[in-house]
């Protein structure tokens, strides 16, 4: 439990103040906090001093919403959680390391943090090993295990005690998807009546100009973006139209990405250490059809920013092997996972380290790349 005696002004937070479970700095100003930090503190005391403000105000926050009256207290927190980030971000730029990618502050700040021993926990910074990994699954509010859930565009985690709940916008690779795909009549179809109805629907002709359209193959009567052709796609096969689309269409009839199974199974046979939390993280998705954005972000990447950390030679080694291969591998989806997922990602983390176990072509990548 977070320390409850007598007021003081120190900011030396009590040990369990990482995990959120009271107020991390009781009877503490926040003029006398900005005070003891001073104008030039060295960049640890910086990242110490923002993990407490963003702590401090999510405990304030938490208040409020109890009805407890800590608005203006609140105000001047997160006002100073502001200026604080901005000192941090001031930092990076003067060392030339991007900032993270928004939106938000905390993700702006990352690389900061990250490089001073400190790991997002959900909302605040807490100190790189002081809590086992396995504290990420439970709720920072309340200690109860957290239920993973999709819903609609919507995933995340939730607290099942007391509805605490983290939660992140999710859209299929296929609404994201802006090439522009054309659905060509193949030659070889025969005019049957669910044949000429699906083709006068799609070409909005009359069944004479439909018949024509199927026997004089090939034939183009559909273009636009993967959400408007796979409906369209699926109705002509039901309807024994043969069909090719162009370029080559990467989904299945119920919108995912064929190429998802094969992505996570090189992933797990490249990492096989992953294997556990693979199953616990897709078992309430969609086991090996789970998008690889989210499992090769949220799972592989972490242990890359880990092995940067500790100069883990073997792992960096595999590392830069794998991306490699999704690189040259000519498939487009891997190569968008390996520069989104992967890349992007090792770039916004700022340690440089990274670039001497990248292959030629990941290398490029990440040298162009603008972030």
């Given at each position: 439990m977070t320390d409850k005696s007598p007021q003081h002004n120190s900011i030396t937070p009590p040990k369990a103040a990482v995990a959120q479970l009271g107020d991390p700095?009781?009877?503490?100003?926040?003029?006398?906090?900005a005070k003891q930090l001073g104008d030039s503190p060295t960049d640890a005391s910086l990242a110490e001093a923002i993990a407490l403000t963003c702590e401090k105000v999510g405990h304030l926050m938490h208040l409020i919403d109890e009805d407890e009256a800590f608005g203006d207290e609140l105000?001047?927190?997160?006002?100073?959680?502001?200026?604080?980030?901005?000192?941090?971000?001031?930092?990076?730029?003067?060392?030339?390391?991007?900032?993270?990618?928004?939106?938000?502050?905390?993700?702006?700040?990352?690389?900061?943090?990250?490089?001073?021993?400190?790991?997002?926990?959900?909302?605040?910074?807490?100190?790189?090993?002081?809590?086992?990994?396995?504290?990420?699954?439970?709720?920072?509010?309340?200690?109860?295990?957290?239920?993973?859930?999709?819903?609609?565009?919507?995933?995340?985690?939730?607290?099942?005690?007391?509805?605490w709940a983290i939660v992140r916008t999710y859209a299929p690779p296929i609404v994201e998807d802006e090439q522009k795909y054309t659905i060509v009549v193949a030659p070889g179809g025969t005019p049957t009546r669910e044949a000429l109805k699906a083709v006068s629907r799609i070409a909005m002709c009359n069944y004479i100009a439909a018949k024509r359209l199927i026997e004089d193959a090939p034939a183009a009567i559909f273009a636009g973006r993967a959400t408007e052709v796979l409906a369209r796609k699926n109705g002509l096969e039901e309807a024994g139209v043969p069909i090719e689309v162009q370029p080559s269409f990467p989904y299945d009839k119920d919108g995912k990405l064929m190429g998802e199974v094969k992505l996570n199974g090189l992933l797990l046979e490249s990492?096989?250490?992953?294997?556990?939390?693979?199953?616990?993280?897709?078992?309430?998705?969609?086991?090996?059809?789970?998008?690889?954005?989210?499992?090769?972000?949220?799972?592989?990447?972490?242990?890359?920013?880990?092995?940067?950390?500790?100069?883990?030679?073997?792992?960096?080694?595999?590392?830069?092997?794998?991306?490699?291969?999704?690189?040259?591998?000519?498939?487009?989806h891997a190569i968008n996972v390996a520069t989104v997922g992967l890349i992007e990602g090792l770039k916004a983390y700022g340690n440089q380290l990274v670039r001497s176990y990248l292959g030629p072509v990941s290398l490029e990548e990440f040298d162009t790349m603008v972030y």
């Amino acid at each position: 439990m977070t320390d409850k005696s007598p007021q003081h002004n120190s900011i030396t937070p009590p040990k369990a103040a990482v995990a959120q479970l009271g107020d991390p700095l009781p009877g503490v100003a926040v003029q006398v906090f900005a005070k003891q930090l001073g104008d030039s503190p060295t960049d640890a005391s910086l990242a110490e001093a923002i993990a407490l403000t963003c702590e401090k105000v999510g405990h304030l926050m938490h208040l409020i919403d109890e009805d407890e009256a800590f608005g203006d207290e609140l105000d001047e927190w997160l006002g100073l959680e502001k200026e604080l980030c901005q000192r941090s971000l001031e930092v990076l730029a003067r060392d030339g390391i991007a900032a993270g990618k928004s939106p938000g502050l905390m993700r702006a700040i990352a690389p900061f943090m990250e490089r001073n021993g400190y790991v997002d926990a959900c909302g605040w910074w807490v100190p790189r090993g002081e809590r086992p990994e396995s504290i990420d699954d439970l709720c920072p509010q309340c200690g109860a295990p957290l239920e993973g859930f999709v819903e609609g565009s919507s995933m995340g985690q939730r607290c099942p005690n007391c509805n605490w709940a983290i939660v992140r916008t999710y859209a299929p690779p296929i609404v994201e998807d802006e090439q522009k795909y054309t659905i060509v009549v193949a030659p070889g179809g025969t005019p049957t009546r669910e044949a000429l109805k699906a083709v006068s629907r799609i070409a909005m002709c009359n069944y004479i100009a439909a018949k024509r359209l199927i026997e004089d193959a090939p034939a183009a009567i559909f273009a636009g973006r993967a959400t408007e052709v796979l409906a369209r796609k699926n109705g002509l096969e039901e309807a024994g139209v043969p069909i090719e689309v162009q370029p080559s269409f990467p989904y299945d009839k119920d919108g995912k990405l064929m190429g998802e199974v094969k992505l996570n199974g090189l992933l797990l046979e490249s990492f096989p250490e992953l294997t556990d939390k693979f199953e616990e993280y897709t078992s309430w998705q969609d086991g090996m059809e789970t998008g690889c954005f989210l499992t090769y972000e949220d799972l592989l990447l972490p242990l890359a920013r880990r092995a940067l950390d500790n100069h883990d030679e073997a792992f960096l080694t595999r590392l830069g092997i794998f991306v490699e291969q999704l690189m040259t591998s000519g498939d487009g989806h891997a190569i968008n996972v390996a520069t989104v997922g992967l890349i992007e990602g090792l770039k916004a983390y700022g340690n440089q380290l990274v670039r001497s176990y990248l292959g030629p072509v990941s290398l490029e990548e990440f040298d162009t790349m603008v972030y």
